[in-house]
């Protein structure tokens, strides 16, 4: 079983900054493709940015060039890099994990609130 434990979210105005950090802990050595998802009020979760252990990294489009996703494999963490926010990113960020082989992700964290005010 693999656990993830996101931090780092909180309120902030349109234009700054944020870190999330995604600790994770368990039977992790077979994960590696982590990524950050994101829900905002009545709309469907969508995938953010994603890294895989070699370190490529994808991002959607909306986020292009304001966002990094990074990871630290000594420190099992991924962390997400926000910058540039604007109030259309404020959602609940969810970190997720899962093995290479497999498509969707298999393990989920609780998410933190991520509110941007214009």
């Known amino acids: 079983q693999v656990q993830l434990a996101e931090s780092g979210g909180g309120l902030v105005p349109a234009g700054g900054s944020l870190r999330l950090s995604c600790a994770t802990s368990?039977?992790?050595?077979?994960?590696?493709?982590m990524a950050w998802y994101r829900q905002a009020p009545g709309k469907q979760r969508e995938l953010v940015a994603r890294?895989?252990?070699?370190?490529?990294?994808y991002y959607v489009d909306s986020v292009k060039g304001r966002f990094t996703i990074s990871r630290d494999n000594p420190k099992n963490t991924v962390y997400l890099q926000m910058t540039s926010l604007k109030p259309e990113d404020t959602a609940v960020y969810y970190c997720?994990?899962?093995?290479?082989?497999?498509?969707?992700?298999?393990?989920w964290g609780q998410g933190t609130q991520v509110t941007v005010s214009s």
């Open positions: 890294i895989y252990s070699g370190g490529t990294t």
């Open positions: 997720s994990a899962r093995r290479p082989e497999r498509v969707d992700p298999e393990y």
């Open positions: 368990g039977s992790i050595f077979s994960i590696n493709v």
